[in-house]
């Protein structure tokens, strides 16, 4: 019988303090959702990750585990192994504290007199300060490090991509016409607006087209198209791939050697871990009329390619 009360008495505060401690990590974690502003039991995802940066910012802390960003620090699943390694770390920045519910009954439960006789101000151990001295950095200071902050962060959502890509199908007017493998370049603008659930930005593409007529009397066309694109980052709602495949959908008017026209598509974007590279495959509808004879046709292309994301 006393082995099974020593037993008992050794294991029975693991096991309560294992009950508890998943209870008090979720109070702590909406206690940061709420000092963050973001409703109860919401996803830590980019947006969450973006909005405690600039917290901490706002306090002149400076996270160096934060500095690679959302998705080179491993995405969702990197962020949220952040916050349960730094959650009371975070707490103590904001200055907030969750107390154990038997902490809290414990604390109900004290006589009010009795803290206020054992609570007295120690007037003999106060001694004045010295040494304390405050640094202030000169101006210049301040104004460099002001700006290599705005430079990383109007830097922050810039993508450059280069893609080799070939036409796969084609209009009526262009099909006797030979195409070959071709180059495309494309930039999407680190600057976009949050409409619901789609991030939308700007981006702009250049990409080489060529259509060999096989008849001698008959023109072939090279030549390359240009223009400005609308790009929408669809991720949220397709979900196919995780937050590891960035998707997005492309519209916009094009302005080609031998005329005008619009271009439909999307970007498949396999981001590569922590590394500021992703592999890439896009997909094209290029419609465009001929400036010289008035008729028009249409092309569809597929390529792959590699990006650097800042």
Same mark, same amino acid.
């Given at each position: 019988?006393?082995?099974?009360?020593?037993?008992?008495?050794?294991?029975?505060?693991?096991?309560?303090?294992?009950?508890?401690?998943?209870?008090?990590?979720?109070?702590?974690?909406?206690?940061?959702?709420?000092?963050?502003?973001?409703?109860?039991?919401?996803?830590?995802?980019?947006?969450?990750?973006?909005?405690?940066?600039?917290?901490?910012?706002?306090?002149?802390?400076?996270?160096?585990?934060?500095?690679?960003?959302?998705?080179?620090?491993?995405?969702?699943?990197?962020?949220?192994?952040?916050?349960?390694?730094?959650?009371?770390?975070?707490?103590?920045?904001?200055?907030?504290?969750?107390?154990?519910?038997?902490?809290?009954?414990?604390?109900?439960?004290?006589?009010?007199?009795?803290?206020?006789?054992?609570?007295?101000?120690?007037?003999?151990?106060?001694?004045?300060?010295?040494?304390?001295?405050?640094?202030?950095?000169?101006?210049?200071?301040?104004?460099?490090?002001?700006?290599?902050?705005?430079?990383?962060?109007?830097? =922050? +959502?810039?993508?450059?991509?280069? *893609? /080799?890509?070939?036409? $796969?199908?084609?209009?009526?007017?262009?099909? @006797?016409? &030979? #195409?070959?493998?071709?180059?495309?370049?494309?930039?999407?603008?680190?600057?976009?607006?949050?409409?619901?659930?789609?991030?939308?930005?700007?981006?702009?593409?250049?990409?080489?087209?060529?259509?060999?007529?096989?008849?001698?009397?008959?023109?072939?066309?090279?030549?390359?198209?240009?223009?400005?694109?609308?790009?929408?980052?669809?991720?949220?709602?397709?979900?196919?791939?995780?937050?590891?495949?960035?998707?997005?959908?492309?519209?916009?008017?094009?302005?080609?050697?031998?005329? =005008? +026209?619009?271009?439909?598509?999307? *970007? /498949?974007?396999?981001? $590569?871990?922590?590394?500021?590279?992703?592999? @890439?495959? &896009? #997909?094209?509808?290029?419609?465009?009329?001929?400036?010289?004879?008035?008729?028009?046709?249409?092309?569809?292309?597929?390529?792959?390619?590699?990006?650097?994301?800042?």
């Amino acid at each position: 019988m006393m082995k099974q009360c020593i037993i008992t008495a050794i294991f029975l505060p693991i096991y309560l303090f294992a009950q508890d401690t998943s209870s008090v990590y979720d109070q702590k974690l909406n206690q940061l959702r709420t000092h963050l502003g973001i409703i109860e039991n919401a996803e830590f995802d980019s947006e969450v990750y973006n909005t405690l940066v600039e917290s901490l910012d706002s306090l002149g802390i400076k996270d160096e585990q934060l500095q690679d960003g959302f998705e080179w620090g491993g995405g969702r699943a990197g962020f949220e192994v952040y916050i349960k390694n730094n959650i009371d770390s975070l707490l103590a920045k904001f200055k907030m504290v969750i107390l154990n519910p038997d902490t809290l009954k414990s604390l109900a439960e004290i006589d009010s007199s009795k803290i206020l006789k054992v609570i007295k101000p120690d007037t003999v151990s106060l001694k004045p300060v010295k040494d304390l001295t405050v640094k202030i950095l000169p101006k210049e200071e301040i104004k460099i490090i002001k700006e290599e902050n705005t430079k990383k962060s109007s830097l =922050s +959502g810039l993508r450059l991509n280069g *893609n /080799l890509g070939k036409v $796969l199908s084609r209009g009526a007017s262009l099909s @006797s016409y &030979s #195409s070959f493998v071709e180059p495309s370049f494309f930039i999407r603008f680190p600057y976009g607006i949050n409409i619901g659930s789609f991030l939308t930005s700007i981006g702009y593409e250049s990409a080489k087209y060529s259509f060999e007529s096989s008849i001698d009397t008959v023109g072939s066309y090279f030549g390359s198209g240009s223009g400005l694109l609308l790009n929408i980052n669809i991720s949220k709602i397709i979900k196919i791939g995780g937050e590891k495949v960035v998707k997005e959908f492309v519209v916009g008017t094009q302005s080609y050697d031998h005329g =005008s +026209g619009f271009v439909v598509g999307y *970007n /498949l974007n396999l981001m $590569l871990g922590k590394l500021p590279f992703s592999f @890439s495959l &896009s #997909s094209r509808f290029n419609t465009i009329t001929f400036e010289e004879s008035g008729g028009s046709s249409y092309w569809a292309s597929l390529s792959a390619g590699i990006g650097l994301d800042l």
